[in-house]
């Protein structure tokens, strides 16, 4: 890419996707027009009816830039430093796990339940919050509910907070650093949510070369069978739980059934539900306490 040649929007945008495509990455279209989109400010949409129109010097070497980091492997979302998630705009670093798609699916869950149950000023938990995406949208879509998140990376807790501040939901949530309930010991809530690691220990080598690469291995890696976090979640989580509370975890493929036996085996729950995510796959286990 020669810094003297006129480089129009349509043209450095062919460029850019054979060249992603060259360098093995998933979606070399896409993430050219993501990045391009963004060196200027512009939707998306803009570069399909401006493919003439050339590039200024800064913003070729701003778009240089992000096309290096790229190739690295580094995910469009920390080259950006945001993330879309619930329609919400998070702010997101390499101490955090992107928010997914799927995960909308463990909030769609807890924010219809929530509204469901009727109570008033719900008390909720996020467990390993990360970004904090899926307890800040709950908070976002259920006006009146309380947040406490807990996240054992200090430097997630720092990212959270400051997407509470951003979203203007810092006055309903508060936030811990330890690990996993440890911090709330004492509190009853009407759900626990969480998304915790779960990829197997031996299947991590295996993942797409940029989550392997560049997201925090601490939440990704859930033990010999993915199960640790859960083992201790369904040990742990029911006894916090008021009156027909409910505990909700986003689980990897195959695991579904796993999480809600384990949910199961303690006297406390009473029911369990699986919720599939869009692609038809069980993506998150519900499981509700006991009435008395």
Known sequence: ??????????????????????????????DAEVLLGHVLHKQRIYLYVH?????????LTAFREMIK????????????GEKEFMGLTFKVTEATLVPRPDTEILVQGAVERLRQSGQEKPQIADIG?????????????????QLDTVDISPKAREVAEENAA??????????????LLAPLQGKMYTAILSNPPYIPAKDIAGLATDVRVSEPHTALDGGEDGLDFYRRLCAEAPAMLNKDGFMAFEVGIEQAQAVAALAKENPLI????????????DR?????????
């Open 69 to 80: 980091q790229r190739i690295n492997h580094v995910p469009v979302a920390y080259i950006l």
């Open 51 to 59: 493919f003439d129109e050339p590039l200024q010097a800064a913003e």
């Open 270 to 281: 009473d029911r369990t539900e699986i919720l599939k995510d869009y692609a038809g796959i």
């Open 1 to 30: 890419m020669a810094g003297n040649e006129i480089w129009t929007i349509g043209r450095i945008l062919k460029w850019t996707e054979d060249y992603f495509a060259q360098k093995g990455i998933e979606n070399p279209r896409l």
């Open 129 to 145: 919050t990360g970004t904090g995406a899926v307890g800040l949208s709950v908070l976002h879509f259920v006006k009146d509910a």
């Open 166 to 179: 951003n979203l203007e939901l810092a006055d309903r949530a508060h936030f811990f650093t330890g690990d």
């Open 284 to 292: 998150v286990v519900v499981a509700w306490k006991k009435e008395a």
